[in-house]
């Protein structure tokens, strides 16, 4: 079992930029493909990013792609978000999720472990 917790949200200005990390617990983080997810108000799971466990992989969401960038450290149990030319629209509840499947996905439901989520906040 692996436990995820989010960090690194707040509040910042379009245009802005921010990290956001993933710290896991439990056995085997490196076997799990990591993905980000988000919640706006009033909206459903949005796919955003996914690492295989290697790196060697990444895939995005349409709406982030170029601007956003996924990595991982197995080393430090960590994945990360960078989050960069944010936009209004970025608002959300930003979720951290490991699958087991051993390959990038960008389902919700092949994802096994969730975090709590960590608020980010873009004003205009």
């Known amino acids: 079992q692996v436990q995820l917790a989010e960090s690194g949200g707040g509040l910042v200005q379009a245009g802005g930029s921010l990290r956001l990390s993933c710290e896991a617990s439990?056995?085997?983080?490196?076997?799990?493909?990591m993905g980000w997810f988000r919640r706006a108000p009033g909206a459903g799971r949005e796919f955003v990013a996914a690492?295989?466990?290697?790196?060697?992989?990444?895939y995005y969401g349409d709406s982030v792609k170029g601007r956003f960038a996924i990595s991982r450290d197995n080393a430090k149990n960590t994945v990360y978000l960078e989050m960069n030319r944010l936009k209004p629209e970025d608002t959300a509840v930003y979720y951290c999720?490991?699958?087991?499947?051993?390959?990038?996905?960008?389902?919700?439901?092949?994802?096994?472990?969730w975090g709590q989520g960590t608020q980010v906040t873009v004003s205009s």
């Open positions: 999720a490991a699958s087991d499947t051993g390959t990038v996905v960008a389902g919700w439901s092949q994802y096994a472990y």
């Open positions: 439990g056995r085997a983080f490196s076997t799990y493909s």
């Open positions: 690492i295989s466990p290697s790196s060697m992989t990444t």
